[in-house]
């Protein structure tokens, strides 16, 4: 955490830049702790895999992330 806080807040980089994995996973991290630690919801990622497999492939990236966003927020 501590890395990704250097890295993009105090040196204005962007986040697609960055080589580092772990510090890309951050955010799905914390949106794990949420949801199972906070709602409870011990098989969010379970459940929200389960939902995207069975979803209509998005024509672009974008469409991807926006997706991403609204399934994960019905799941949880």
Known sequence: M????QK????????????????????????E???SNVLGQKDFYKDLH????NSENEPTNGHHQLEFVKIASDVA
């Open 2 to 5: 501590k890395k990704l806080l």
């Open 8 to 31: 993009f807040w105090l040196l204005s980089k962007d986040h697609p830049s960055h080589n580092d994995v772990f510090v890309k996973l951050v955010p799905f991290w914390q949106l």
């Open 33 to 35: 702790l949420y949801v």
């Open 50 to 53: 389960e939902v995207i497999r």
